[in-house]
Nanobody, 126 residues
């Protein structure tokens, strides 16, 4: 049974940092690309970042709201992915989800991802 479990969310003041983790089990983590998405209340789930199987060539949402502040990474030996979020803003408030995909190449569409975690809440106060 494939499972992805996020952790590390919480309440933080604007300008603060959080590191989200995504622990994977049930299949060979290193064989799948991983992505992070977020969903704010009343909004659609949006792509944040993705990273290839090997951990190289991270790709971020084409938006000034993410680039330069968030860093995606992974540790295949630990079957864990990460999202380091710095300089957090109130507009980053959302439930953050990790997901994995067997698709080749950069994949930003949620429908291309196979398995999802349950999400972790990130709340940034002003």
């Amino acid at each position: 049974q494939v499972q992805l479990v996020e952790s590390g969310g919480g309440l933080v003041q604007a300008g603060g940092s959080l590191r989200l983790s995504c622990a994977a089990s049930g299949r060979t983590f290193s064989m799948y690309a991983m992505g992070w998405f977020r969903q704010a209340p009343g909004k659609e789930r949006e792509f944040v970042a993705t990273i290839r199987r090997s951990g190289d060539n991270p790709y971020y949402a084409d938006s000034d709201s993410v680039k330069g502040r968030f860093t995606i990474s992974r540790d295949n030996a630990q079957n864990t992915g990460y999202l380091q979020m710095n300089s957090l803003k109130p507009e980053d408030t959302a439930v953050y989800y990790c997901a994995d995909t067997g698709a080749v190449g950069i994949t930003t569409r949620p429908t291309r991802y196979d398995y999802w975690g349950q999400g972790t809440q990130v709340t940034v106060s002003s």
